[in-house]
């Protein structure tokens, strides 16, 4: 039987599937592939935290269904790091809940708030789930330029002046995943400042927050005591604890928007199997060392590679922040479009990468590379893409003697 999935069909090809069976077919046939396409942490979860883990699951009382909302002691953890961290008050019992990631959160959170012929504000180049969780709940989605120009704040403006009907949430995320970019707490002021005025919600995902290289610590919406009144935050441990497979992160904000996300979670899940959570407590109330090691690693890692594909022709700008490099296309192969370009390079240099046009329509022009590989590996792969530039001419084309 033949049947139309509606909302499947509002989802267009993963464009990253193509680079990644291209990889697959690559590493079947023997190569040696440098991969630098997923954000997937490398390093394994610091020791005490999967201590944490081991100590809670070998208690039985831990295999029943958990709470859809976390474990108080994980919402007091959290309330803890934003006082910490952030110099803000949280209560655990309204104003967080556990998510099993992030993407979960969002996503959800999309399907709570949403109805039908809503329109929302998404930022492009984008992670898929800002905007795709809310087509797959029904809403109109608008695009934001946040390109390495662009004024925000006035494409903003721009994007509430031409929206009908008026936008219900714009999605903000900073530090930005795919561009690495950083903002203050005077940009948050005047968002809050202009969507209070036209009353529409702020979901903001900072899951990188912690992520970030001679700079401040990137701050907070929830530090603009306005916020409150319209925001929620989204973040993760997956970057700052490299416990991405551990699916554990968090929503803190807004009373009324918790709140609809405990509503629908109910229904949903019964949270995550709460030795994680616990383990999950230990993270965030446990030494920070880790922490501090994580930034220094990524950092490291940054600077062999930005520095090295200087050397080999290629400038990309330093990322302040995030664990990825958003480059732009090298002139000579821009005609190829990035996902193009992004193939080449896996064929040519054996190096992954993933193309920008996957983050949207304003990604194209760009490659994110992830610092997902050791320094050794990021030298190597900057001798591959260093052979590889060489042995093309300008536009793009193999040279003759090749």
Not at 86 to 106: A, Q, R
Not at 148 to 156: G, R, S, Y
Not at 200 to 225: R, T
Not at 236 to 262: D, E, Q, V
Request: net charge neutral; glycine share 8%.
């Amino acid at each position: 039987m033949e049947q139309e999935f509606h909302k499947i069909g509002l989802l267009p090809p993963y464009v990253f599937a193509e680079v990644n069976a291209m990889k697959a077919r690559a590493r079947a046939e023997g190569a040696d592939i440098i991969d630098f396409g997923m954000g997937n942490p490398d390093q394994p979860t610091p020791p005490h935290i999967v201590e944490k883990l081991v100590e809670a699951v070998q208690d039985s009382k831990t295999h029943r269904y958990s709470q859809s909302r976390g474990i108080p002691g994980l919402r007091k953890a959290v309330s803890a790091y934003y006082a910490r961290r952030f110099g803000v008050y949280v209560d655990p019992e309204t104003e967080t809940i556990v998510t099993l990631g992030s993407k979960e959160g969002l996503a959800n959170l999309s399907s709570a708030i949403t109805n039908p012929d809503d329109i929302i504000l998404s930022p492009n180049p984008s992670y898929p789930i800002h905007p795709f969780g809310f087509i797959i709940a029904g809403a109109g989605v608008r695009s934001i330029p946040i390109g390495p120009e662009e004024d925000v704040m006035a494409a903003l403006k721009v994007a509430v002046e031409q929206s009908s009907p008026k936008p219900k949430a714009v999605v903000l995320n900073y530090p930005n995943n795919p561009t690495a970019k950083v903002v203050d707490l005077d940009f948050y002021e005047q968002v809050v400042d202009f969507c209070l005025h036209h009353k529409i919600y702020i979901l903001s995902d900072i899951a990188y927050s912690e992520v970030y290289f001679d700079i401040p610590p990137p701050p907070s919406i929830l530090q603009i005591k306005r916020a409150w009144d319209i925001a929620v935050e989204f973040s993760s441990m997956s970057k700052t604890y490299s416990m991405p497979g551990w699916r554990i992160g968090f929503a803190t904000g807004n009373k009324k928007l918790i709140s609809a996300l405990a509503r629908i979670k109910s229904y949903l899940d019964y949270g995550a199997f709460t030795p994680i959570q616990v383990a999950a407590v230990a993270a965030l109330n446990g030494p920070q060392d880790c922490v501090d090691e994580m930034r220094q690693l990524y950092k490291a890692r940054r600077d062999v590679l930005i520095d090295g594909l200087a050397a080999a022709g290629w400038d990309v700008p330093s990322p302040v922040a995030t664990m990825f490099a958003w480059a732009p296309i090298p002139p000579d192969f821009a005609a190829l479009g990035s996902l193009e370009f992004s193939k080449l390079l896996l064929s040519e240099a054996e190096v992954a990468v993933s193309p920008g046009i996957g983050f949207g329509e304003n990604g194209e022009g760009f490659v994110r590379i992830a610092l997902v590989e050791n320094r050794q590996r990021i030298r190597q792969a900057v001798r591959n893409i260093k052979a590889f530039l060489r042995g093309y001419d300008q536009g793009g084309k193999r040279a003759a003697s090749q």
